[in-house]
């Protein structure tokens, strides 16, 4: 870690964050630094797999370099650490494990026109070019590089639907701008694998071209459409399928096409792009270009952009140190770069059953890492992003319409069954339990409900209701989905119980106990089963599970041993009461074994403790329930100061679309959503000084701290609204009817302070 908190001085990271503070006059936007999480620095360091590029909040459209001509790892298609960009595509993941979408990419070249990206490490060889750090600039809205091949200044910025791409070639007469239909996600991946089905690319006239691609990927399949318009028109035009160019066509099919449009810039004016893209029909992506950017401003579209980016910052007015600020608004926008808008601007979607649908809202999400966003993520939206959550279940519960169950991990609004569980019942049941309007409260119910009944991949209900536990010889990660189904058992429950529904409360919080049924009082661990009932032998609880053949998912038994957020008392009395409790917490905090793999899932170390991934997020919180409230403070302030910086190598693991983010903004403020269900916050140490948090209705929450810093990590006394807060909980109605939280701070920890 101390390798990764050198990053601070990479230079060339440093120098594109101070060019893009700079040039930001946001109050707010200013301390983002869309490079943190893009690339590792060291062998030792990890990554966010974020990306650079341009994109509004929760836009459909994410504008940004890829720096790998077949990007796997990192997902997000930018890698810091490499020297060469391959184009700029419209369309990118944050912070996932999972690479997929990558489209319509653009390039500017100058010379021979190549149709091809060539290899990173033979200069000339394809239309990629060299790039350098001291040269590279992004804040919100907009994002700037040389590419020195050519001696060509690139600038993008976008609207929702639209990339807007500027380019200052040298004054030349051979200057091209290529479309590549081709690049996509690695085709040689051998999961959720990649096939262009076919593509079309066509010229409407001298300065207009259109087009589709159909692919296969992490979404099963996908529609791409696009219509592109140029600021001056091209001179002359040419196609390739494959490596092989095509002159004199105003049209050309197949599954591996591209075109080169050539552009005289004598004259030393920049060649200005925009690319609208629709999942329906280039008809709406004509439309969707009209209605955002019928005009050539980039400047102004830019300035657009960040205004709408700095409307979501100043939602929370934080106050603290320089890269405290800079980790926090960056991750506000991470975690506000999706859910995307997958709705065309007349409100047409491509429905989960692949038909054509409308959202007469014109809003329809998808983009839902609903694994790692349950957490932290959306009852952070459920706070500050109220009318948007309601935007959110909507859109989760048309799925429930097709289906017949809620989303596992959509994308481009298409289930892929990524993770175990069903967790959009948590998120809808805390928007509903929370009171927010603009949802069917009785239609999220049956949706639910439903979705804790059906059999779907990674939820085997029949099994669950005749077993009392998922056993291994039936489903593999057996004993992560056992934990973690009985979570959201507990939320079907308290929605029934908030509808007066009796019956099918009780059922779902008999459900909820299933758990105990795979602890073992030998060991000490949730251990797998087999459906004879005997326990699934040898057992190693420091045996890493990836997503299959083997218990738990992503994490170890040590990792998954605390997760019952629903009953954590229960958890206590089944592991022998406070003091073993705590004993063992103490272990797992401690223990240096490692897991056999670590990736980024498994990463960011304390012990077992692996912040990389998510099974682990809520686990320093845990001494708050046990008596021993300081610990809590000590490890998630260690979390805070030590697995978060504002260098390329800012997240200890996978960002995961916004999680990540939002346990850092949780946790700065000092309280985080253990339960994210129970209406209950656990208070954690705070670290930023000052912070005003607008919440449903306007009122505001307010946090101040005295003495923070990273040496004064103990709580010495609490105060909400004035009077002694002597327990180490908030509630949300604490915070939403604008209360105030003042934290006093000390670098010893006060053991009488939060004691239950």
């Not at 490079?35 to 509004?56: C, E, K, R």
Request: aromatic content about 12%.
């Amino acid at each position: 870690m101390k390798k990764q908190l050198k990053a601070l001085l990479f230079t060339g990271l440093i120098a594109s964050a101070a060019t893009a503070q700079n040039q930001t006059t946001g109050q707010y936007v200013k301390y983002v630094n869309p490079f943190i999480g893009t690339g590792a620095v060291d062998q030792n360091s990890l990554s966010g797999s974020n990306f650079p590029g341009a994109t509004v909040p929760f836009g459909f459209v994410q504008l940004s370099p890829d720096t790998q001509d077949s990007p796997d790892n990192p997902a997000s298609g930018y890698d810091y650490n490499d020297k060469t960009i391959v184009g700029f595509s419209h369309t990118h993941l944050s912070g996932t494990g999972v690479a997929d979408l990558f489209d319509v990419l653009v390039m500017p070249t100058t010379g021979e026109v190549k149709f091809t990206p060539g290899k990173a490490d033979k200069p000339g060889s394809g239309y990629r070019s060299a790039y350098s750090h001291q040269n590279e600039t992004a804040r919100p809205g907009y994002y700037q590089v040389m590419l020195k091949d050519y001696n060509i200044n690139a600038e993008l910025t976008s609207t929702s639907h639209v990339g807007l791409h500027r380019y200052t070639f040298p004054k030349a007469d051979n200057s091209h701008i290529i479309f590549d239909l081709d690049h996509s996600l690695d085709k040689k991946r051998t999961y959720w694998s990649c096939k262009i089905i076919g593509a079309e690319m066509r010229i409407i006239n001298d300065h207009t071209i259109e087009g589709y691609r159909i692919l296969t990927g992490w979404a099963k399949l996908r529609k791409v459409y696009f219509h592109a318009e140029f600021s001056k028109p091209f001179i002359s035009s040419a196609f390739a399928n494959g490596n092989r160019s095509i002159p004199n066509l105003s049209i050309i099919n197949g599954t591996n096409i591209k075109g080169a449009f050539n552009f005289d810039t004598q004259d030393g004016k920049p060649v200005l792009v925009k690319v609208a893209l629709s999942p329906v029909s280039v008809e709406n992506a004509k439309a969707n270009l009209a209605a955002e950017l019928p005009g050539w401003n980039f400047d102004e579209v830019s300035a657009k952009s960040s205004a709408e980016w700095e409307k979501e910052l100043e939602k929370i007015k934080a106050e603290g140190t320089q890269e405290q600020k800079q980790i926090f608004y960056t991750g506000l926008y991470h975690a506000f770069t999706q859910p995307n808008n997958v709705a065309d601007v007349n409100g047409d979607y491509q429905a989960t059953d692949l038909t054509i649908a409308n959202a007469p809202d014109k809003t329809h999400y998808s983009t839902f890492s609903l694994w790692d966003t349950y957490r932290a993520a959306h009852p952070l939206y459920t706070l500050i992003q109220p009318e948007r959550t309601a935007g959110f279940v909507n859109s989760m519960m048309r799925q429930y319409d097709t289906y017949g169950y809620l989303p596992i991990w959509q994308l481009w609004g298409d289930e892929n069954y990524c993770m175990i569980g069903n967790h959009a019942i948590p998120v809808i049941v805390d928007a509903a339990l929370k009171g927010l309007p603009g949802f069917d409260v009785e239609k999220a119910y049956k949706a639910v409900k439903q979705s804790s009944l059906t059999d779907h991949p990674g939820s085997p209900f029949q099994a669950w209701e005749k077993y009392h536990y998922i056993p291994e010889d039936l489903q593999s990660q057996s004993v992560s989905i056992t934990v973690e189904v009985a979570f959201d058992d507990w939320c079907v429950a308290q929605l029934a119980k908030k509808l007066g529904k009796t019956e099918d409360y009780k059922h779902f919080m008999e459900r909820s106990e299933y758990y105990r049924n795979v602890f073992n009082p030998k060991n000490g661990f949730f251990q797998a089963k087999k459906k004879d009932g005997s326990w699934l032998e040898p057992f190693n609880p420091l045996q890493y599970g990836g997503n299959g053949g083997n218990p738990y998912t992503e994490g170890n038994a040590w990792q998954y041993l605390w997760y019952v957020p629903q009953n954590v008392p229960g958890l206590i009395e089944l592991m022998g009461g406070k003091k073993a409790f705590t004993a063992k917490l103490d272990q797992f905090f401690t223990l240096a074994d490692k897991p056999g793999e670590v990736n980024g899932n498994a990463s960011g170390f304390i012990g077992q403790y692996a912040h990389g991934n998510e099974p682990s997020h809520h686990v320093a919180y845990l001494y708050d329930y046990a008596g021993q409230p300081w610990k809590t403070q000590m490890y998630v302030a260690k979390v805070l100061n030590e697995l978060y910086n504002n260098s390329s190598s800012g997240y200890s693991g996978n960002e995961d679309c916004g999680q990540m983010s939002s346990w850092y903004i949780f946790s700065a403020m000092g309280f985080y959503p253990v339960n994210p269900d129970s209406q209950e916050y656990a208070i954690g140490s705070p670290i930023l000084k000052h912070a005003e948090m607008v919440v449903p209705g306007g009122k505001i929450f307010t946090v101040d701290v005295k003495n923070p810093g990273k040496q004064n990590c103990y709580i010495q006394s609490v105060k909400l609204n004035g009077k002694a807060l002597n327990k180490p909980f908030i509630s949300q109605s604490d915070i939403v009817n604008g209360g105030k939280l003042e934290f006093v701070m000390g670098s010893k920890p006060n053991k009488s302070w939060g004691v239950k």
